[in-house]
């Protein structure tokens, strides 16, 4: 423990020890027979019992917590009240009571009185300690470091200047005023230090007021009480003890009349400083929701209530933009007729005023309002608009003329300011979730499209075929799926989809299920080739199917290839899709299949058929069939020129003899020299299909 603690914790059993010095001393000065037993102490044992005394008290509430308790000054100043004023009002019970006893038991003995001497001297002391240590939390509450300094050498100063008090000395006047008076130059400039004065409501500084008055009230029933004591003839203490108490209640006073002074001069400006202190709480409000993420409508009413409540605006209403309805409709209205409202929206637009700032602080001194004869005086117009759009318009009015000023128009141009970033803010952060839930669907939906496509091509010992598919977007529209027949023949369809995305996903998921639907066994056939519908049949049907579950602006574009290896033939169907690119190898030479055919979902009814049309073909050894999707011919170079058939036709010219995924690669690898650069315009799919130069025995 350190000095500094061992003495703090000193200063109470040393003040109790110094008053029951005092109280003795007091009472062997006021009774004659304790006196002629115990003789009489010299003065100078008072003079210090109550110097150790006062000292004690001071320093144990100097080595207290600060009082204030936060911000809490009307606190403060009501524990004072309740607290010194208290032990004031004992102060002045004990003295009556004294003058009851003195009145029905007239005596010389002056013991009695001794002991409410010394009573309310200690009540009086422990006051002054407890008050002055109050006013220092308030002067020094937010002071400077050169504050602190000063108030320590005030304090310092004043000790000094009250203990010489309690000498008998007696100092010339031309000393003693002076130093008087600078002591009290310097108290009262301490004294002006009320900045915690600045953060009280007009409530709080009525209240503050009381609360002083009633500590100056009780500073004067001490003051009263020693000034009058002081005069009595039993009065047992020094006459330098008084001097000493009232030079104190001096001091303590500076403060509280200082204070009462400077919250008595701000009432006029309390409304001011509520009013911006509501304003400072409106935007934090508007910042608390914008932190939140809360709902364009709870801005809105949050706008709308604190414009209203910091301006006191009479009568209110907010327009808000239906970008849905491109109108203008009213959020919110607070004490105006809708009838009202509409007549000043349509003369201010007559004007060309509605959505632009404006202030008129004389209605009915102006033309066109003058004649809507309404209640109101001021009006404030304050459009909530970006850089990029407008969201609405706030009115408000008061009945009184001159009722807005510039202050207001700042503050709302504030509100305003701060709503639209929220509002955008929130429309940002929508559209994020938005996107961020498109990106989840659109990795499903390309999840699901990647697993349309089969992973494992058929192989067998007649042909060979190489296969490519790249996306555009996350989810294209190309697909293509193999079957297995029976009687070795395989079924081929390649298609793309229009549109992209979660839809063609979709589109492809039902093209897949109708390709194995209809392609299925049908157990009523009377031959084998009649069990499995002929490419052009198959395009009628799903056509037919797809007519329930596409869009009216969708379609699709297929072929269909069954091919029968063993009898060395293929039959195909196109539906709108790109021209088979094929190689004869005994002719050797490259040329197109240039079949018609209608896309899918195109017609809608029976006449469907009659726009498609079946192919046979029979290939040869080392045929190569090559089938793509358009997005393959139609990819753009950097002059945006396009690939086009043509380039795919001399690139099956040069590579025919290749193998299939040889073929394929030499493909791609022009088509990438190509659009060097480019972005891929749309889906590519390729598949090479090459028959082998050596056929298999067919089977008999």
Known sequence: MTIRQKLETAFLPLMLLSWMVLLVSTLLHASPAAASRFGIPPNWVTLTAQAVFVAAVFGYQRAQANLLRGTDFVGLLRRLVLGPGLLATICVGLHLLERVVQFKHPATDRTFFAIVYTVNLGLFVIFLAFTNYAWRSLVLFRASERLQREWIWFEVLLGITLLFRLLSWQFPLYFTLPVLGALAFFGVYLS??????????????????????????????????????????????????????????????????????????????AGV??????????????????????????????????????????????????????ALVTYQRHNIAEAD??????????????????????????????????????LIVMPLRSTKRN?????????????????????????????????????????????????????????????????????????????????????????????????????????????KGVTAAFHMAQMKGIFHALMQENPLARTEREKFPVPSKFMSQANTALVHCLEKSSFITASLYIIDYEHGGFVFARAGHCHTLYYHSIKEEVSYFRTAGLGLGIIRNESYERHIKNQFYDYNPGDVMVIYTDGIVEARAADQSEYGEERLKQMLERTYYLSADEIKAQILEDLAEFSRGQPIHDDQTLLVIKFRASQPEPSI
């Open 192 to 269: 002006g230090n009320q900045k915690w004065v600045a953060y009280l409501n007009r409530r709080q500084k009525l209240e503050a007021v009381m609360l002083q008055g009633a500590i100056l009230l009780s500073m004067t029933i001490f003051v009263a009480y020693f000034l009058r004591i002081e005069q009595d003839p039993r009065l047992v203490g020094p006459a330098s003890q008084h001097a000493f108490l009232v030079l104190t209640v001096f001091f303590a006073t500076f403060y509280a009349v200082m204070g009462l002074l400077v919250t008595l001069f701000n009432l006029p400006t």
């Open 273 to 326: 400083f509520e009013q911006k202190r509501e304003e400072i709480l409106s935007l934090q409000r508007l910042t608390q929701l914008i932190q939140r993420g809360q709902t364009e409508e709870e801005v809105y009413a949050m706008l709308f209530d604190s414009a209203v409540q910091t301006v006191e605006a009479d009568a209110a209403w907010l327009d808000i933009l239906d970008t849905e309805e491109d």
């Open 341 to 378: 409202s509409v007549a000043i929206r349509r003369l201010l637009a007559d004007y060309n005023l509605g959505q632009i700032e404006y202030l008129n602080n004389d209605l009915n001194n102006s033309s066109g309002f003058r004649a809507l004869g309404l209640e109101f005086e001021a």
């Open 391 to 499: 969201y609405g318009t706030l009115y408000l009015l008061k009945r009184q003329r001159q009722g807005f000023d510039r202050e207001n128009m700042s503050i709302l141009q504030t509100f305003t300011s701060q709503t639209v970033l929220s509002i955008e803010n929130l429309q940002l952060m929508a559209r994020s979730i938005q996107n961020e839930r498109v990106q989840e669907e659109l990795k499903i939906a390309s999840s699901v499209q990647d697993s349309l496509i089969p992973k494992n091509l058929p192989t067998d010992n007649w042909f060979e075929i190489s296969s490519h598919a790249l996306a555009a977007k996350e989810v294209g529209g190309d697909f293509y799926d193999f079957l297995h027949l029976p009687g070795r023949r395989l079924a081929i369809l390649i298609g793309d989809v229009s549109g």
